[in-house]
């Protein structure tokens, strides 16, 4: 009963945006950390941003200044948005949470960014 789902990904120009999000439904005990990750083909998985539950954010360096991970607690979504898109980022998104009881991890949502 525990969900994690993202949303938002797509084909993009390079320069072009996206606006990820990730709707939790069920109930997660003790989640102190959310965060984006990414994985290409033949790549290992990366992280990309995290926020805590106190909302300091962490980026990795190749999307610093230009992704922004966020969070809607009205909602309990949590984003990313993705500016100043270049070929590199292109990737399966994954959505996370990171609590004492347990990881959650989204199916993933593929960002391609292209001409």
């Known amino acids: 009963q525990v969900q994690l789902v993202e949303s938002g990904g797509g084909l993009v120009q390079p320069g072009g945006s996206l606006r990820l999000s990730c709707a939790a439904s069920g109930i997660m005990f003790s989640v102190y950390e959310r965060g984006w990750y990414r994985q290409a083909p033949g790549k290992k998985r990366e992280v990309v941003a995290l926020?805590?539950?106190?909302?300091?954010?962490t980026y990795a360096d190749s999307v610093k200044g230009r992704f922004t991970i966020s969070r809607d607690t009205a909602k309990n979504t949590v984003d990313l948005q993705l500016n100043s898109l270049k070929p590199d980022d292109t990737a399966v998104y994954y959505c996370n949470h990171r609590g004492h009881l347990g990881n959650y991890w989204g199916q993933g949502t593929q960002v391609t960014v292209s001409s």
């Open positions: 926020i805590t539950s106190g909302g300091s954010t």
